[in-house]
């Protein structure tokens, strides 16, 4: 316990002393009957874009899956571990979730890595090989002239956002229960700076502004 992060365990009594007691019946109601979110959020582990936090959740609300990027690979039943792909087996075929959201950000440091071509893309490192499945085969992606490197990085954060969902449609049980009308999927993009969220049209493919008040 002596080594454990301050800050964690000051944390943890806040959570208890303040938030346990708002909540005490929701988690004894969730572990007796088990949990049953309707939404499940692919997000990326950049510590300031918490689904919680932004989506205000309470516990058993949202299943969340981060990964570097919030990229979701191709459907490949290769007989590999697949992270990404198992997280989103559980939460379809088993919680049966409702709505599945690729949640995008701003300042992005995988995809900045990606843009940059800078050095843990070197071969052997995780990163570049994680980044790789943004890719599909013989597709070049580069900065076009006149744009900058921040419009560049910004324009490949949402692009990252349309391929994940791209991507989720490979999957089987996936496709399935988007045909049926059973499950939707979208895509939202978080600017980190002023809390400001956008979620995807995608009929217009363009990300849209959330106003802050209905
Ligand atoms: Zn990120």
Known sequence: MISFPKTLLDGYRMFRTRRLPTEQSRYRELSERGQSPEV?????CDSRVSPEVIFDAKPGELFVVRNIANLVPVYAPDGGTHGVSAALEYAVQVLRVKHIVVLGHAQCGGIRAFVDKIAPLSPGDFIGKWMSMFIKPGEVVEQRAHESMQDFATRIEKA??????????????VEILVSRGKLELHGAYFGVAEGS??????????????????
């Open 40 to 44: 499940m959020v692919i997000g990326c």
């Open 160 to 173: 990252a956002v349309f391929r994940s969902l791209e991507n989720l449609m490979t999957f089987p049980c």
């Open 197 to 214: 969220l956008f979620v995807l049209d995608k009929a217009a493919k363009e990300f849209q502004s959330v106003r802050a008040t209905t």
